[in-house]
């Protein structure tokens, strides 16, 4: 096959989405040998790039990346602030269809790249994420080329600034199928008028020879950790990923384990300071127990992973949330948030618990729960792995979007033979 995916970043820009196009893309390629080219922007790190006219961007232009061809289109991001300002008094006066306006504002503007779509040989063009623009960049080249489009939603409804959005909806009736990371965006898509049979649920997944020789004991020697608890966060500093809560709940586990670590490791982002402002807030005896690792090598991941005790990501919304894969194949138990895809994600009680958004009282109850049961830990870490192992590797994901790329191709070119008769 011939595949054009479309996607926010590409490494090294850094997320969840991107990090899944790019594994998705290469297992297509060595298993398959498809041609996979990626379109995408000259975003360096993350979205910040589409709405803020003074953050550096990466040159625009085609390279090669693990034999996978990756077209980077320049963003248009000098309206940024007026866009804000007039998408913000539409939403506010409840104007009709401003949810076009939010689209537009979210970004990323890139003018030639509906056109660069629609010229490109593909069998099959498959997009991600809402609510960002090339997602329908994709549904209008499809309007003029007729391939047949895939698109990949990682819709968290708990944000209705994002994705209270008629057109999101609309463009995935245009598609020819939709890929959901949980059972609970397929049934949510289901009740926003989505026909059931066009949602593929799949999920994302996990390198699993990444993490086969973790070395958590390099990471506590360097920080000089020993034998302490540690509780960790890994992952973007992002605010409604919940790390001021974590911080806020802290106190309360140091009174029961006064020796306790937290690491907090990830990209930075506006949203760092802040993370360290927080920080800055506890009493001197508590802060020191604290350790930032900001923009660490992806190699470092295994590692700091395997060095917690607990995995802490108290996130308020998540399409799915990788980082909970991750931490499993380390062997570590997992704490989320009773709301949005993570339940989906989380057997609680089996292989990870779940406390209420931004509580830090229960978020400090589930911490102290699996720092006070070394056993619990291990039976909740080794579950996970194992489920992880069955069901989210990138082998196990790629195969899974072939087949829905497949299935597309098929109904697209039944459609034309019945629209030619």
């Not at 539409?90 to 504002?105: I, Q, S």
């Not at 709940?249 to 927080?278: D, H, K, N, Q």
């Not at 790329?405 to 629209?419: F, H, L, P, T, W």
Request: aromatic share 10%.
């Amino acid at each position: 096959m011939n595949i054009l995916h479309a996607v926010q970043g590409y490494t090294p820009a850094i997320g969840g989405t991107e990090f899944l196009i790019q594994n998705v893309s290469e297992k297509l390629v060595s298993h398959y040998g498809d041609r996979v080219t990626v379109f995408t922007t000259t975003a360096r790190y993350n979205c910040e790039v589409f709405t803020n006219p003074f953050i550096p961007q990466l040159k625009p232009g085609t390279e090669t990346i693990n034999r996978v061809t990756v077209r980077r289109f320049r963003v248009f991001n000098w309206a940024g602030p007026l866009l804000y300002l007039i998408q913000s008094i539409a939403c506010k006066l409840d104007l009709p269809r401003n949810d076009r306006l939010r689209a537009l504002y979210s970004g990323p503007i890139v003018f030639n790249m509906v056109r660069e779509m629609a010229r490109f040989p593909a069998d099959v063009m498959a997009a991600s994420s809402f609510p960002l623009l090339h997602m329908h960049y994709t549904v209008a080249a499809k309007k003029k080329n007729g391939v047949p489009v895939v698109l990949i939603g990682g819709l968290h409804p708990q944000e209705p600034w994002a994705f209270d959005q008629q057109i999101i909806y609309e463009a995935i009736h245009q598609a020819d199928a939709c890929i959901a990371y949980t059972n609970y965006e397929r049934d949510y898509l289901i009740s926003k008028g989505i026909e059931a049979e066009k949602i593929h649920v799949i999920g994302v997944g996990v390198e699993p020879s990444a993490f086969a020789r973790p070395d958590g004991g390099r990471i506590r020697r360097q920080y000089g950790w020993g034998g302490d608890p540690v509780v960790g966060y890994i992952g973007q500093h992002v605010g409604h990923k919940g790390i001021d809560t974590l911080i806020l709940a802290m106190p309360a586990v140091w009174r029961e384990f006064p020796s306790a670590r937290l690491l907090i490791a990830g990209s930075t982002t506006r949203f760092t300071a802040v993370v360290r402002w927080r920080v800055s807030e506890l009493p001197p005896e508590y802060r020191q127990r604290v350790i930032m690792v900001d923009n660490f090598p992806e190699s470092d991941k295994p590692d700091l992973f395997d060095a917690c005790d607990v995995f802490a990501y108290p996130s308020g919304f998540e399409s799915f949330g990788i980082a909970y894969l991750e931490a499993w194949m380390c062997g570590k138990p997992v704490i989320g948030c009773r709301t949005g895809a993570v339940p989906s994600v989380i057997d609680e009680g089996q292989d990870g618990l779940l406390v209420s958004y931004e509580d830090k009282d229960d978020l400090a109850h589930a911490i102290i729960t699996l720092l006070q049961n070394p056993a619990l830990r291990y039976d909740m870490g080794r579950r996970g792995r194992e489920k992880t192992l069955s069901r989210y590797t990138w082998d196990i994901v790629s195969d899974r979007f072939r087949l829905v790329y497949q299935q597309a191709i098929s109904k697209s070119a039944c459609q034309d033979k019945r629209n030619a008769r």
